[in-house]
């Protein structure tokens, strides 16, 4: 089968190799991948930034098939089916345990970049007729982490903040909609702030022009600040997010762009009594979730390109570039 492999700790070391397709061992299934699609995560492992336990590895975590084969003990599923499944594959639903963590596809399992992939039937979901390979392929990190930010949290009328327009922020821009929330978006480009307009964004703000955003948002709310901050960028923004937040609101800490060591001031925590809710993805049923709301509310996900399979280190670079909005997805076999 076509894959790629990482070979070392740069984009430049995903190198174009053929494989045998592999075998699914009991109580997985082996998935003919159509579509993949890139998170940032892809590039902190490309870059060596997050660690693998060995190269060369299969990258990729997001990814949309249909089953091909069935593994021994596997039940509830069959060849023909169309499946995404989840990052974190054995991670069922409930509460996260440490020993469900480790196995992660792209990180310490095989992942997406390759033309097949087994994955344990834990992990999948079933895709709804209506929602395109493609699109399902775009949900697994971003989609499920953008649901867990929103269900639950917001409800008609809620504010909520969003930083940047990358995966994880436009999924977000979509569900809070959906929710009834007013959003206010954050970008460094005002071409990229027009398009979150488009897509229901009420006020945007280019913290490029305005790197006091958060006195912004202050201004925009009337001095009471947002509900919710999704914050997806860390060290760079978080003591703004905290000035930004309402009393009794959430920041709600999803990513590490802007670095990933903290140095914040304890005391607006306190004062206005700020829940800080940390988030690894999801589960399998968080995915299940979000799936279940982008095909209930027709979400069409925010694809900025797509890639030829050949390609997909050019689809990294973009990535790296930050030239995007929304996902980038690599097309295995359409
Ligand atoms: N913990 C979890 O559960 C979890 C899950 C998913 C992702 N993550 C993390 O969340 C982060 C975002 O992931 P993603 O896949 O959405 O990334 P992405 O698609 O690459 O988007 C990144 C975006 O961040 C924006 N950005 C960068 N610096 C910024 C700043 N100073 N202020 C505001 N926005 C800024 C940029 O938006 P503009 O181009 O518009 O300026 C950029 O496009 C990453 O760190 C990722 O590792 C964590």
New binding site residues.
């Given amino acids: 089968m076509r894959a790629f492999h990482l070979t070392g700790t740069s984009i430049d070391s995903l190198k174009r190799v053929e494989l045998p397709i592999p075998a699914p061992a009991a109580g997985e299934v082996l998935i003919r991948l159509r579509a993949a699609s890139l998170?940032?995560?892809d590039?902190?492992v490309a870059r060596g930034q997050f660690p693998v336990p060995s190269l060369p590895m299969i990258p990729g975590s997001d990814g949309a098939g249909d089953i091909v084969a069935l593994g021994d003990g596997v039940r509830g599923w069959a060849v023909g089916d169309r499946v995404v499944p989840g990052l974190i594959v054995d991670w069922a639903a409930g509460a996260l345990a440490a020993p469900l963590a480790q196995r992660m596809r792209g990180v310490t399992l095989p992942g997406s970049l390759a033309e097949h992939a087994t994955v344990p039937a834990t992990a999948l979901v079933r895709i709804p007729d209506q929602v395109s390979y493609r699109d399902a392929a775009t949900l697994p990190?971003?989609g499920t982490?953008a649901w867990?930010a929103i269900a639950g949290r917001v409800r008609p009328g809620s504010t909520v903040l969003l930083?940047?327009?990358?995966?994880?922020?436009l999924f977000a821009l979509q569900f809070a909609k959906v929710a009834g929330a007013r959003v206010i978006l954050?970008?460094?480009?005002d071409a990229?702030l027009e398009r979150a307009r488009a897509l229901g964004a009420d006020d945007t703000i280019n913290?490029r022009s305005v790197p006091d955003w958060d006195a912004a948002v202050l201004t925009l709310t009337d001095g009471r600040g947002v509900d919710l901050v999704v914050e997806?960028?860390?060290a760079?923004?978080f003591a703004r997010s905290l000035n930004a937040v309402a009393v009794g609101g959430t920041v709600f800490?999803?990513?590490?762009?802007?670095g990933g060591e903290l140095s914040v001031p304890v005391v607006p925590v306190l004062q206005k009594v700020i829940t800080i809710q940390?988030?690894?993805?999801?589960s399998t049923a968080h995915l299940a979730d979000a799936l279940r709301a982008v095909a209930t509310n027709r979400i069409a996900p925010v694809i900025d390109r797509r890639f030829a399979f050949d390609d997909a280190p050019a689809a990294y670079r973009f990535?790296e570039s930050?030239g995007?909005?929304?996902?980038l997805v690599v097309d295995i076999d359409p």
Avoid: D
């Fill in positions: 998170n940032y995560l590039l902190m990190i971003a982490t867990n930083l940047g327009t990358g995966g994880v922020s954050t970008s460094s480009s990229k913290y997806t960028v860390g760079t923004t800490v999803v990513g590490l762009i802007g940390g988030n690894n993805t999801g990535l930050g995007h909005v929304g996902k």
